[in-house]
């Protein structure tokens, strides 16, 4: 099985990579390429994906592993 790499960008999306199944609360599937960006900053038109709003609004958020 391949792995699943989850990004977190500085001030930006978290990009997923690999095969994943991602699914809403009601358990129905968004369809999505092998590789995409989730939205973080919750001010995206096309939720959960991120269409780059971040950048306009000024988000900032840079966490790193401990």
Do not use: W
Request: aromatic content about 8%.
């Amino acid at each position: 099985m391949a792995d699943v790499v989850i990004k977190v960008n500085d001030n930006g999306s978290y990009r997923i990579e690999g095969p994943v199944k991602l699914v809403d609360a009601e358990g129905n599937e968004f369809e999505h390429k092998e590789s995409f960006s989730l939205c973080r900053c919750g001010q995206s038109n096309n939720k959960p994906f991120c269409d780059g709003t971040h950048r306009q609004v000024g988000f900032t958020s840079a966490p790193r592993a401990k």
